[in-house]
């Protein structure tokens, strides 16, 4: 699940991402932009994702909505699902994003303003993947896949003997 203040960079690297390892993209927001009826666009986000979790497909999400309450729905619903939900903090500061809204004029200050006084930052129990919503594509990448790597591995403690084998060389995903 993406999260972050609007102008941040979440959709841009949701994109970018869902490209890369063709993966589904909801972007509930643009669903909410496209609608006549916020609950209609509701049911269709919900629609969209009950299919892909029929997949068992691993899907990215963005959802318009910011409050700590929300990530803990939609992690509930994803486990229920059989997923382990990452959440990936788009980490910008809000100067930076309130210059990018106005450049691409997607929200008024209005509604900018509430987006940023509704978001609540990710605590530590929610263990989110954070990338700066400044950097490059593919430094952000790497990092997500270093946590998507690391939440693989099995946790088994290490043995004696796998202690003392001399350390060796992983081949990495290249990231263009």
Same mark, same amino acid.
């Given at each position: 699940?993406?999260?972050?203040?609007?102008?941040?960079?979440?959709?841009?690297?949701?994109?970018?991402?869902?490209?890369?390892?063709?993966?589904?993209?909801?972007?509930?927001?643009?669903?909410?932009? #496209? @609608? =006549? &009826?916020?609950?209609?666009?509701?049911?269709?986000?919900?629609? +969209?994702?009950?299919?892909? !979790?029929?997949? /068992?497909?691993?899907?990215?999400?963005?959802?318009?909505?910011?409050?700590?309450?929300?990530?803990?729905?939609?992690?509930?619903?994803?486990?229920?699902?059989?997923?382990?939900?990452?959440?990936?903090?788009?980490?910008?500061?809000?100067?930076?994003?309130?210059?990018?809204?106005?450049?691409? #004029? @997607? =929200? &008024?200050?209005?509604?900018?303003?509430?987006?940023?006084?509704? +978001?609540?930052?990710?605590? !530590?129990?929610? /263990?989110?993947?954070?990338?700066?919503?400044?950097?490059?594509?593919?430094?952000?990448?790497?990092?997500?896949?270093?946590?998507?790597?690391?939440?693989?591995?099995?946790?088994?403690?290490?043995?004696?003997?796998?202690?003392?084998?001399?350390?060796?060389?992983?081949?990495?995903?290249?990231?263009?």
């Amino acid at each position: 699940m993406m999260v972050g203040l609007p102008g941040s960079g979440k959709t841009f690297f949701a994109q970018q991402f869902s490209e890369m390892f063709n993966a589904p993209f909801v972007d509930s927001q643009f669903i909410s932009e #496209h @609608s =006549l &009826d916020s609950n209609a666009s509701e049911e269709v986000c919900q629609r +969209f994702l009950a299919e892909i !979790a029929r997949t /068992k497909q691993t899907f990215i999400y963005e959802d318009g909505n910011l409050s700590r309450v929300r990530r803990a729905e939609f992690a509930r619903w994803a486990k229920g699902h059989g997923y382990k939900p990452l959440i990936i903090w788009v980490q910008t500061d809000e100067a930076t994003c309130r210059r990018r809204i106005q450049k691409g #004029h @997607s =929200l &008024d200050t209005i509604n900018f303003d509430a987006a940023v006084k509704s +978001f609540t930052e990710p605590n !530590a129990i929610e /263990k989110p993947v954070v990338i700066s919503g400044k950097h490059t594509y593919k430094t952000q990448a790497r990092t997500v896949l270093a946590r998507l790597g690391d939440s693989n591995r099995p946790s088994r403690p290490m043995t004696s003997l796998a202690r003392q084998r001399p350390e060796v060389r992983r081949r990495g995903i290249s990231i263009q």
